[in-house]
């Protein structure tokens, strides 16, 4: 009997993680041992304090040691610069989704109750309130920073649930239109199960194929493993599906819209935005780091998915008559963009030109995304958020600034110059001429000019009709929506009129590329 | 040998899929989900011994672990949404639409 | 030859199993299907060397998995059953011509692969003492992590099943003295007849009788009642038979 050898563990390089899932597990005992009235008031600091730490503990170590250059945790968890890059991106859009979270009114007042019931009545009538939301989006945001910096399969897939697990409860909670909560929970819970069993299935096929699970282990597997390629194919196509899920690529998007629609739109905000991120940071990791030399076997069918994700996401968008579900098509569309960088491989310095365009883009997108779901909690009507587009006419009238704000987001996401989605836009399809794919970039930018016509359709809705009389009112803005409000635009326009310091950053996080 | 333990594993894998396709009683569905899972979990164990190295048995186990957790989640939010429809078919939960 | 008569044997019952979890209309002959299938995978589990494994699976997932599905069965109604109607026309037709394919496709993959022999985990658990300590070994330090982060995951579920299904009393439970005061108070029937006092029978099919003699309706066994209609056997008793038919109305309504 031998004794073990203990772990080492580079705690100074974990710390945002480990202070992430720190913050969650004292708001669960907050949750455990303080008074009610007390709760909210504690958890607010403490999540907002836990997030803006963590992101400058990601300042203080770039600054401090640079780019580590070595997988940490025993071969885990790879902090190097595309990870630093996206956990700071994932706090930044988290902070601003949790000052929309922070907005009473979104959240069930008591889950267990059945809606329209006197219980429920009661609950409301009580201020009852699921201060539990705190914790579990922290969880949540932990599972997407882990999820991003993965180095080993193994690691993806526990962050992969760690991440979703919360997010599955989260969307059931909204506070109107319960039923519809509940429903696009079970359905983003049935179908993420679903694909988590997709993923896992290909994951047991590469390991079958290399014998482990360590992203680096796998690359160097290809060139030595033979006669079991099939298995190879295999894993890579179903760990593509469960990867491709959480993305909302076509042909897997189905949930999107649904999800987005019904979930609380706090959490709506938090998923496009910083799911987005984390899930883009994992199919990085999988394609580039593990599968990186097989990329003349998975290029072809990542090229036909990337052009089915924008022409559906584009095209459906269209026919929407739902402001939310609007949102979830064009965040569609723009998971198939950002595809367009992730095929653009080649040389060292290409394949850094295009990490660098894709992690630009990832923060102008989410950081657009949230400010355009924190414009749509303001637009209320008698039964909660006025979610038909129909009821958005004439809102230029009735509140021009408001809608001249979300008129901006909607020109951002359809990249109209002077806006952040331009320079993003244009990043990733420069970098995917480079590599080689200007089909797709011609394609990419076909549907960016369908998208543009849904955009500028609502725009003219809200400014050149005129005002229904029974129209949605503008909800005051919590001092926490507003800021978010602002925030996003002005991230928008900063990035639209003056984006180098954030392309350096981005150019100077993906210079070292990924570690293995 | 390793071979029929994998093509054992691919089968209760696709009868899983084909089951979540068809079945419509959530709670159905949710148990080939978990078929799904055990399939995968028998192809890690069958590459373990293949491999001769212990990561394989490993991954099963937190499988295991994160089936465990996700069967509460899971239950949780179906029987919420049972209690508020008296009914697990998600046939009937169909009122997100375009 | 062990092995391969142990792995024949519970291949044709574990893919039986599974083809009946989803072929069977009942939800509990589902989950019972479902545990055979993960006993079957415990055994062959052990039989490949993985007997930590084998105690995992039984423990967790026809321990306490397999227990929460029929606990959650149990709550939604024992009875409930999947229609057979189509909502989506051939759906089903081309969900099992995509799963036959998709079965070919697995079965291809993973047969053509050419595989050496097994390489076997004598080497990797003899040095390390034996299955559980090996397994330690590796949990406790490569895959630490993992194993941390895990936690986060069931503290996630607790936290779940609470917000979901925990209702807070809200106001105080009402003593046996209010209650009585209420009753009173409607003028409703003053005394209730304590257990068993009417009953003629103690067999779960025979309803219990009120103080005046009628049936108690409350006391009709749904599931019985419902077969007794469908294969129209009722009771000589003229009350009881016509309790039953009430009892079947009211549920169907």
Redesign the interface.
């Known amino acids: 009997m031998n004794g073990i050898q203990p772990p080492t563990i580079e705690y100074g390089q974990l710390m945002p993680l480990l202070l992430v899932f720190g913050a969650a597990i004292v708001g669960v005992l907050i949750e455990a041992f303080a008074p009610r009235y007390l709760r909210k008031a504690i958890h607010v600091p403490l999540t907002m304090l836990t997030l803006l730490g963590a992101f400058g503990l990601v300042i203080v170590q770039v600054l401090r040691d640079g780019v580590p250059t070595a997988a940490v945790a025993m071969g885990a968890i790879a902090v190097d610069g595309p990870s630093l890059f996206i956990w700071g991106v994932i706090l930044v859009l988290s902070v601003v989704s949790v000052l929309l979270i922070n907005d009473d009114d979104n959240f069930v007042a008591s889950a267990a109750a059945v809606p329209g019931s006197p219980d429920e009545e009661e609950a409301i009538a009580r201020g009852g309130a699921h201060t539990e939301v705190y914790p579990l989006a922290l969880f949540a945001i932990g599972g997407m920073m882990l999820f991003a910096a993965s180095n080993d399969l193994l690691i993806m897939f526990v962050g992969l649930e760690v991440m979703s697990l919360p997010l599955y409860l989260l969307c059931g909670l909204a506070r109107r239109r319960r039923l519809l909560s509940q429903e696009s929970s079970v359905k983003y819970f049935l179908l993420g199960a679903f694909s988590s069993a997709f993923f896992l299935y290909g994951m047991a096929m590469i390991y079958g194929y290399a014998g482990t699970v360590d992203l680096g282990g796998i690359n160097d597997a290809l060139g030595r493993v033979g006669g079991q390629d099939t298995l190879l194919y295999l894993g890579t196509a179903l760990l593509g599906v469960g990867l491709f899920f959480k993305i909302g690529a076509a042909p897997f998007q189905a949930w999107k819209p649904d999800v987005y629609q019904g979930a609380p739109t706090p959490i709506t905000a938090l998923m496009a935005s910083g799911t987005l991120v984390a899930a883009f940071g994992a199919v990085l990791r999988v394609f580039w780091v593990a599968l990186g030399n097989l990329d003349w076997d998975w290029r072809p069918v990542m090229w036909g998915i990337a052009i089915l994700t924008m022409i559906v996401g584009a095209i459906l968008a269209i026919t929407q008559t739902d402001i939310k579900r609007m949102l979830a098509y064009s965040s569609i569309a723009h998971a198939g963009f950002l595809l367009t960088g992730v095929i653009a491989t080649g040389e060292a310095t290409q394949n850094a030109n295009s990490l660098s365009a894709l992690l630009f883009y990832l923060l102008a997108y989410g950081i657009t995304t949230v400010g355009a779901f924190a414009v749509v909690t303001m637009v209320r009507d008698a039964g909660g958020e006025a979610g038909h587009l129909s009821r958005w006419a004439g809102l230029g009238k009735r509140s021009p600034a408001l809608a001249g704000i979300f008129a901006f987001f909607l020109l951002a996401f359809a990249g109209i110059p002077l806006t952040s989605g331009f320079f993003g836009k244009y990043a990733v399809f420069a970098a995917a001429v480079a590599g080689g794919a200007l089909p797709l970039v011609v394609v990419g930018v076909v549907s960016s000019a369908i998208a543009a016509f849904f955009y500028v359709r609502v725009i003219v809705l809200m400014f050149f009709s005129e005002p229904a009389a029974d129209g949605p009112t503008i909800a005051v803005p919590s001092a926490g929506t507003a800021a978010v409000v602002a925030l996003a635009a002005a991230a928008t326009v900063v990035l639209g009129v003056y984006p180098q310091p954030v392309f350096d950053l981005a150019d100077a996080a993906a210079s070292s590329l990924f570690v293995r | ?85 008296r009914s ?4 009937d ?4 639409k ?1 | 030859m062990g092995e391969t008569i142990t792995f024949w044997v519970l291949a044709v019952v574990s893919v039986s199993a599974a083809l009946g979890l989803v072929l069977s209309r009942r939800a509990v002959y589902c989950a019972l299907m479902l545990g055979v299938v993960m006993l079957s995978l415990a055994v062959l589990y052990a039989v490949q060397d993985a007997p930590f494994l084998a105690a995992v699976q039984i423990v967790v997932y026809t321990g306490a998995v397999m227990m929460l599905f029929l606990f959650v069965l149990m709550l939604v109604g024992v009875d409930s059953s999947d229609s057979l109607v189509e909502t989506i026309k051939g759906q089903r037709f081309w969900a099992i011509v995509a799963g036959a394919g998709f079965a070919v496709l697995l079965g291809l993959a993973v047969g053509n692969a050419v595989l050496s022999p097994p390489a076997g985990l004598l080497g990797a658990t003899q040095t390390a003492g034996g299955n559980v300590p090996a397994l330690a070994q590796l949990i406790f330090t490569r895959h630490v992590f993992a194993f941390e982060v895990a936690s986060a995951l069931l503290i996630t579920a607790a936290l779940a099943a609470m917000v979901l299904t925990h209702r807070e009393r809200l106001t105080e439970k009402p003593t046996q003295r209010a209650l009585a005061r209420a009753r009173f108070l409607t003028g409703g029937s003053v005394v209730l007849p304590g257990p068993g006092v009417y009953a003629r029978h103690n067999a779960n099919d025979m309803p219990a009788l009120l103080p005046d003699g009628s049936v108690s309706e409350l006391s009709v066994n749904r599931v019985i009642a419902r077969h007794d209609v469908e294969d129209e056997r009722f009771p000589d008793d003229p009350k009881l038979a016509e309790a039953i038919k009430q009892a079947v109305e009211e549920e169907s309504k």
């Not at chain 2, 890690?44 to 957790?69: S, W």
């Not at chain 2, 697990?88 to 046939?91: F, G, K, L, P, T």
């Open positions: 040998m390793t071979t029929h333990y994998l093509v054992l594993s691919a089968l209760l894998f696709a009868i899983g899929a084909v089951g979540v396709l068809v079945r419509r009683n959530a709670i159905v569905v949710f148990m080939c989900v978990e078929l799904m899972l055990n399939a995968c979990n028998l192809a890690f164990v069958t590459f373990a011994r293949q491999h001769g190295n212990l990561d394989g048995q490993i991954i099963a186990f937190f499988v295991m672990v994160v089936a465990a957790a996700e069967v509460v989640v899971g239950l949780a939010i179906i029987v919420t949404i049972f209690r508020t429809r697990a078919s998600v046939d939960a169909n009122l997100l375009y």
